[in-house]
Structures are given as structure tokens and as C-alpha cells.
Nanobody, 122 residues
Framework: QVQLVESGGGLVQPGGSLRLSCAASGSIFSIVTMGWYRQAPGKQREQREAVAVITSGGSTNYADSVKGRFTISGDNAKNTVHLQMNNLKHGDTAVYYC?????????????WGQGTQVTDSS
């Protein structure tokens, strides 16, 4: 089993910044990607939006809505991933979930954190 612990959410004014962190621990065989998804108010789990993803090789991918404002980074040795969020906007209000996709010997697994709230204070 893999456990994900997130931190860094909170209340922020428009234009402000926050940094989210996620640490993975447990029986990790091989991480393929780590990333951040968000679930906006009123949306269902199936409507979670991929915000930013980083591969074990360091390649990154961002949602169009956050390009130029958010930066994802990871540390393979520590199994951690961070999301630096700058110039936050009202539309960024959501619960942010850390995600880890792993390659196991016979299968793949998808793990989720418990979520951390990011709220626009306006």
C-alpha cells in the first residue's frame, strides 16, 4: 500500500501564492507519474481536473488554465511532489488532490491523497 500526505492548502487572496506538497510512502515499486488534480465546488469526483503532472523522467504537463502560473516539481529520491501556485485566481478554488501512478510487477496502481483545500478569499 502507498500513503500520500498532502500539505500547504489554505485561504489566499487573488494574486497570491501557495505551495502544495505531497509525500508518498509505503510499498512503492516504481512511480510512473506524480501529479495534482482538483475538484471544484459542486463537482463530482469523476469531474476532477488534471492540473499538473510530472513523470519520473521530469517531463511536465499542465492544464491550459494554469500554464504560466503553476509549476510542478518532484524529487524521485524522496517520493515527493510540489505544486507552486502563483497569481491565484477565483477559479482556482478547489480541493487539490495528489495523485501517484505506479507500475507494479503485474499491474498498475493509482493512489490519491486525502485532498487539501485551496480557497480564494475574495
Amino acid at each position: 500500500q502507498v500513503q500520500l500526505v498532502e500539505s500547504g492548502g489554505g485561504l489566499v487572496q487573488p494574486g497570491g501564492s501557495l505551495r502544495l506538497s505531497c509525500a508518498a510512502s509505503g510499498s512503492i515499486f516504481s512511480i510512473v507519474t506524480m501529479g495534482w488534480y482538483r475538484q471544484a465546488p459542486g463537482k463530482q469526483r469523476e469531474q476532477r481536473e488534471a492540473v499538473a503532472v510530472i513523470t519520473s523522467g521530469g517531463s511536465t504537463n499542465y492544464a491550459d488554465s494554469v500554464k504560466g502560473r503553476f509549476t510542478i516539481s518532484g524529487d524521485n529520491a524522496k517520493n515527493t511532489v510540489h505544486l507552486q501556485m502563483n497569481n491565484l485566481k477565483h477559479g482556482d478554488t478547489a480541493v487539490y488532490y495528489c495523485n501517484v501512478f505506479t507500475q507494479e510487477p503485474m499491474t498498475t496502481e493509482n493512489y490519491w491523497g486525502q485532498g487539501t483545500q485551496v480557497t480564494d478569499s475574495s
